[in-house]
Structure formats: C-alpha cells, structure tokens
C-alpha cells in the first residue's frame, strides 16, 4: 500500500499499542461498517426518491408538450429505479470475491460496447452515446465507471508484489483505464471521459502506483487532452467568459443560477417552479439541482446537500475499517465513495456556476437509466464491502482470543 494508504491504517489502529488485532478486538465498541454502510444506502434511497419527485415534476411539461403524457418520464424513471434498487440488492449480497474473480470480463464487456455505440449507437446532440432499447436508453460509459472501479481495485490486490514495475505491474491498469477514457472521449464525452480517468487515477495513487509511473502517464494524456480542450475551445471560452462575469452568459447556466435563486428559504412548492417551462433546457437531468431549489428552497437544496455528505462520511468509515482487514473491500468501498461524491461535487459546480459544464448527472436524483442502475449497484458493493470488513474482524478476533 501506498503512503496515502499507509497514514490512513496509522489513524484507524490508534487503539492501544496499535497493533492490527487489537485494533479488530477493539471494533465491536465502535460502529460496525455494515452499520456505515447501512447509512450509505439510507442515503442513496432517499436521494433517489427525492429524484422520482424532482424528475416527475421537471419533466410533466414537456413529456406532455412531446408525447401526449405528462408522467412518461416518471414511469421511466421509477422503472430504472427499480431496476437499481434490484441491483444494489444483487450486489449487497453478491461476495466481493465473484468481482475480483470477474473484473478482467468486465472490462472487456464494457470495452467492447464502447467500441459498438460508436458505430451502432443511436446519435443525440451531436454525440453517439447511447444504445437505443424500444423506449429505453443505455450509456455504456456508465458501466465502464464500474468496470474502471472492479478492475483497477482487482488489479491492484492481484499485483501488489509487481506494481513497481512499469510493463508488469503499472502499465495493464493504466492503459485499461485510459482505454476506455479515450473510447469514451471519441463519442464526444469530454466530462465522463475526465471522471473515468481521474477515478482510475485516484485508484491507482492510493493503491501504491510510483509517482514516476503516474507523471509518465500524465505526459501520455496530455496530446491526449490538447486535442480534446482544442475541439472545445469556443464552448471553454464561452464557459469561463460567464464565470468571469461577461455578457455573452451562457444560457442554461443563467437559467439555472435564476431558477435556484428564486426559490428563497422553503421554495415555491412541489410542481410550482416556472424554469421547467422550456426556460431552462436540462431541467430534469444535468442541471435538475436548479429545478429542486427552486421548488424547494434552500432547504430541500441544503437536505441534499447533506445526505450526499452523509453518504460521503459512511463511505470513509468503512473505507477505514477496510484498510487491514481486506485490500480489496478498500478499494472499491474508496472508489465507490469517491464516485458519488466527486460527481455530487461537479454537478453541483457547474449548476452553481463555479465550473464549466460537463455534462454530468446528480448522483441518484437526475433523469437517467443506466447512470441511476449503476449508481445503486456502486451501493450495493460498497454495503458488500462493509460486510466484509465485519467478517474479517470477527474472524481476526476468533484467532486472537
């Protein structure tokens, strides 16, 4: 493990004398991780009821302006949710050893439908992102964060003994990742790209990767990335302009900023905002924080707020009860909590104006299907990983008494 890692393990056996068994005995005094990771998973639902509402109420008018029905996204939306909420149970209870066992199949899957959607996938604004199923959509970059998570986390507990090494150990996770980040930068899917990226990165920091392994991996993103920012250069300018405060503002963020600063303290109501009203485009999706501050107030915004962090902090408890019971449960306990919280973060920059948009949902609460399933079985390991590090601490109790 890494320094990170390292100073991690230090802060969690500050029990007495610091050693890894008596810190195990010591844990039943504390809160079980599957105690955290039933916080995570309270979290996570509320957040996606909250989302069912939202959806519902973003969308009616112009579900029924298109399509003659003003709950047809709402059917859509509690069908994905119920399609996650069956996933996040199959991975509650599916034992961390069928991912390690399966991350390599995984990440060829999720390679080759990002292959296949660039060429069968069905062209929406300009970007061939999707598989279009009947009245349904998949998004495979949004299993390739999953298979980014399974594999990296494997890869790194698999090889830990060869990770020093650039051909052996460092460069097959590396170019996994980078793999399917320009895959899904070819689309174009500039912000995914970037959080795909940055989750295997940070996968990769903290599981022990050298820093000169890393730096000749940002060197290799950086053509990489000039492309990217050159084919984008005017939708950056345009972005930054706004955020410095020019004229020519961009109009989804303005509409955005209005709608979620009209909505006061306790907002106008639930179905009474007015941006939903083709004023603002994203309402129900990237930018359906604005939509819940209006309608809401700052205190739905702030409830939000605070059940993400809830999420993030159960998330990190278990990441720290992981750390020397089970690498791996670590791994992906970290990178699931890094994904919700990361993503939460981003959204909530660009509806808010501090960054330039990226395309990226709410975790949980925006309109979408294969983003919602995957968030909730990200859940669901994580709930499993917790599991697990109660399972090791019983067992290392057992041995010590």
Known sequence: MSALVRALRSAVLRAPGGDPAEAAVAAPAEASAERWGRVAVGAALVLCALGVLMVYSSSSVRAARDAGD?????????????????AMVVCMRVPLSFWRTNARPLLVLSLALLAAVLVVGTEINGGRRWFRLGSFSFQPSELAKVS?????????????D????????FLPAAAAVGGMAVLILVEPDFGTALFVGSL???????????MKHLLALAACS??????????????IQERFQFMGGADQAHYQVRQGLVALGSGGLLGRGPGAGTA???????????????????????????LVILLYAAFVRAGARVCLRCIDRDPFAFLL?????????????????????????????LPFVSLGGSGLVTLMAATGILYAAARRADDAALALEGRVS
């Open 70 to 86: 003003g709950t047809l996204y709402l059917k859509r939306q509690l069908a994905w949710a119920g399609i996650g909420l069956g």
């Open 148 to 160: 980014c998570l399974v594999f990296v986390s494997a890869w790194l507990c698999d090889r830990r």
């Open 162 to 169: 060869s990770l020093h090494e650039f051909r052996r150990g």
């Open 200 to 210: 295997g990165t940070a996968l990769l920091i903290v599981g022990g990767a050298r």
């Open 222 to 235: 950086l053509p990489v990335l000039a492309w990217s920012v050159w084919t984008r250069l005017e939708t």
């Open 276 to 302: 939903k009203l083709f004023f603002l485009p994203e309402a129900s999706s990237d930018f359906i924080l604005p939509m819940l501050g209006e309608e809401l107030g700052f205190a739905g915004t702030l």
């Open 333 to 361: 306990s970290l990178g699931a909590t890094l994904w919700v919280g990361l993503q939460a973060c981003i959204n909530i920059a660009v509806t808010t104006a501090c960054a330039p948009t990226k395309g990226i949902a």
